[in-house]
């Protein structure tokens, strides 16, 4: 079975300030990690994944993220935030490669992120 | 465009009243997904379906139904049953065993 833990419902940070999201999950089989995000009253977009490869992800808008095993987390970050960032942020898990139940995606609670000027 | 089309954006529910909510894809995508969205709760699985003709539970599918009798589709009902039904749903949908695409969602609530 996988979870996730995104630790902190909202986080605040100026513009130009680093992004920090935390993102922790449990998995009994190798995982496939997503940073997904949401603007409001919108669906979800992409924005990045882990599937085994390279264990630090570069996604959109400037966001990256890196696959820490020993740690188990999935940390999203960004150099320096910009207004436009603001919205909600989900980490989600997948069994890798399994089209069975366990390959469902099992999303975090969600973590808002504020960028003020 | 390829995409998932979720109508309508915004629906409202008289006590007692089934409802559904439609989604459709055009990626030509084998699974699809309906979650359900609350404040503060993130996503939660309602019911999923890998293949035409079957479909699974989800971890809250009481007092909602679902059929796939075409790949493209995946329609959700939202029957009398469920007594809180007042929430953001989300349709999705996945071709291989990476990431989920989203429609943009419809807005449910009860009046």
């Known amino acids: 079975a996988q979870s996730v833990t995104q630790l902190g419902s909202h986080v605040s940070v100026s513009e130009g300030a680093l992004v920090l999201l935390r993102c922790n999950y449990s998995?009994?089989?190798?995982?496939?990690l997503f940073w997904y995000v949401q603007y409001p009253n919108q669906g979800l977009q992409l924005l990045l994944k882990?599937?085994?490869?390279?264990?630090l992800v570069k996604g959109i808008n400037g966001f990256e993220a890196e696959f820490k095993k020993s740690e188990t987390s999935f940390h999203l970050t960004k150099p320096s935030a910009h207004m436009s960032d603001a919205a909600e942020y989900f980490c989600a898990v997948s069994a890798a490669g399994d089209g069975g139940s366990q390959g469902n995606l099992i999303f975090g609670k969600g973590t808002k992120l504020s960028v003020k000027p | 465009d390829g995409g998932i089309t979720q109508s309508p954006k915004y629906l409202f529910r008289k006590e007692g009243q089934n409802v559904t909510l439609s989604c459709e894809q055009n990626?030509?995508?084998?699974?699809m997904y309906w979650y359900r969205q609350d404040p503060g709760q993130g996503l939660r699985l309602i019911y999923y379906?890998?293949?035409?003709?079957?479909?699974q539970k989800g971890d809250i599918a009481e007092g909602y139904s679902v059929s796939r009798e075409k790949k493209e589709s995946f329609p959700l009902t939202v029957t009398s049953a469920q007594k809180n039904p007042t929430a953001f749903y989300l349709c999705?949908?996945?071709?291989?065993?990476?990431?989920?695409?989203f429609g943009q969602g419809t807005r449910l609530t009860v009046v």
């Open positions: 998995s009994s089989v190798p995982p496939y």
């Open positions: 990626l030509n995508h084998d699974a």
């Open positions: 999705a949908t996945r071709g291989s065993w990476t990431e989920a695409f």
């Open positions: 882990y599937t085994s490869a390279a264990t």
């Open positions: 379906s890998q293949i035409v003709n079957d479909f």
